[in-house]
């Protein structure tokens, strides 16, 4: 399971160390690949067998899942690690998601996102406001 959060910083390389505890769920492959929000989403090899299926079974013919599929598989690398266990980011990977140096790490329980650190907060601070709105209108009876 993939919890928490990490802060690590990209070499001259554009390699990020993963961090330990995760690095045996990603064994002996993985993938990485744009996520939804400008950032980056590594997949354990289960995990990235179910989302292709699903997008695999999504009408081509529907504007939003053919960009789904567009955005996921073009963007779509596997993972290798060294012994160190980092993994080399692409740099069109890195451009797409903004990382240039310091990497937020954070697992989400099947899969782990890779954040540029102001764009996490950035989305947690409109995460909250829009919970707390839904909380309001949930109170509200709406």
Do not use: C
């Not at 997008?55 to 013919?61: K, V």
């Not at 596997?78 to 160190?84: F, N, P």
């Not at 790490?105 to 409109?126: V, Y």
């Amino acid at each position: 399971m993939f919890w928490g959060e990490y802060s690590h910083q990209l070499d001259e390389k554009g390699r990020l160390i993963i961090p330990a505890r995760y690095r045996p769920l990603l064994l002996p492959h993985a993938v990485l690949t744009r996520g939804l929000d400008h950032n980056l989403v590594i997949y354990p090899h289960d995990a990235w067998r179910a989302v292709s299926e699903h997008l695999n079974q999504m009408p081509i013919t529907h504007p939003t899942a053919r960009a789904l599929r567009r955005l996921l598989f073009s963007g779509a690398v596997e993972l290798t690690m060294d012994r160190q266990g980092r993994m080399l980011i692409p740099g069109y990977l890195r451009d797409y998601a903004s990382l240039h140096h310091e990497v937020l790490i954070a697992g989400m329980e099947t899969f782990i996102e890779l954040w540029e650190p102001d764009h996490w907060r950035a989305t947690l601070n409109d995460m909250s406001q829009s919970l707390a709105e839904a909380d309001q209108l949930l109170k509200l009876g709406i």
